[in-house]
């Protein structure tokens, strides 16, 4: 009701002057819209390079700024109001520290950004003790062969240290001034961290979001349209969604869904095979930890 009033007293107040001053503006842009214009120079071709000069610098930064992501470093996928960002997990051992175990968190994280941490800590060593005690079964068992049968011409490496129960550990979210929240990073700081324990980087053009349970299990997020266009805007070809956002992308317009391969995920054992099992390097481990017992209980996920 105030708007309108408002504008009523506006145009009454203005009388007849307000409205040949809109006239006036109006039949001005219609001469000029008339006027030909020539040119008789040499075409003007308007590329990557000279687009600065004619639009004026680019209105976002780039989010992406690892071209490859190194071991214990995953691309993760945020909400914002200008239409969503790419952030990146970085994790590190601390060396030196007689914290064993333990985990620092930074990057002005909220409080359910720190507790998604805690959780994806303690669901990470957990994992990585379960892929060490398979990898090692599996060590044994081809070391001593049966009676007539052919021993392997190469052992498999022996498993590594599990560093994320040994030594103290560093989480960091780069873009310290940028206030971050909610619970959607949980399977990106588990991956980063098991990425980290195995020494191994996460396959390329990769980004991932989803809550992750202490069982493993992965949870729906928000935002989903806003995480697709920052995917887009970097370049990012492989998107790792909660299974319960699959009717949210197939909601989006083709467009938006274009360019993007989708992958819809329950459990981490998926997300794990995505990002981590991409080669030959430990898929027989996971492989076999994947058909291990129940998942239930936060010790045995």
Same mark, same amino acid.
């Given at each position: 009701g105030d708007g309108p009033q408002r504008g009523d007293g506006a145009a009454s107040a203005g009388g007849g002057s307000g409205e040949a001053a809109v006239g006036g503006s109006a039949a001005n842009e219609g001469k000029a819209s008339a006027r030909t214009v020539s040119y008789s120079g040499a075409p003007v071709v308007v590329d990557r390079d000279v687009l600065k000069e $004619?639009?004026?610098?680019?209105? $976002?930064? %780039?989010?992406?700024?690892?071209? =490859? =992501?190194?071991?214990?470093?995953?691309?993760g996928l945020a909400w914002t109001s200008m239409g969503g960002a790419t952030l990146y997990v970085e994790a590190a *051992?601390? *060396?030196?520290?007689?914290? %064993?175990? /333990?985990m620092v968190t930074t990057g002005q994280l909220g409080d359910v950004f720190r507790e998604s941490a805690s959780i994806a800590h303690t669901f990470a060593r957990s994992y990585l003790s379960r892929l060490l005690d398979t990898a090692t079964a599996m060590s044994s068992s081809t070391s001593s062969p049966a009676s007539g049968e052919l021993a392997p011409t190469s052992a498999? #490496?022996?498993?590594? #240290?599990?560093?994320? /129960?040994?030594r103290a550990l560093h989480v960091h979210v780069p873009a310290g001034a940028t206030p971050k929240d909610g619970p959607s990073a949980g399977i990106t700081i588990a991956t980063a961290l098991l990425s980290l324990a195995l020494n191994k980087p996460v396959a390329p053009d990769l980004a991932m979001t989803g809550e992750v349970t202490l069982t493993g299990r992965v949870l729906p997020i928000g935002g989903v349209k806003e995480k697709v266009l920052a995917a887009k805007?970097?370049?990012?070809? =492989?998107?790792? $969604?909660?299974e319960a956002n699959r009717r949210d992308f197939d909601e989006l317009s083709e467009k938006l869904r274009t360019s993007v391969d989708p992958h819809f995920v329950s459990h981490f054992d998926e997300v794990f095979k995505l990002a981590l099992e991409y080669d030959s390097v430990v898929s027989g481990a996971a492989a076999a930890a994947a058909a291990a017992p129940p998942r239930g209980g936060g010790s045995n996920a």
């Open positions: $004619f639009c004026g610098p680019a209105p $976002f930064a %780039k989010d992406r700024f690892y071209e =490859t =992501t190194p071991p214990g470093v995953v691309m *051992q601390v *060396q030196g520290s007689e914290s %064993k175990g /333990s498999p #490496p022996p498993p590594p #240290p599990n560093v994320l /129960s040994g805007r970097s370049g990012v070809k =492989t998107v790792i $969604f909660p």
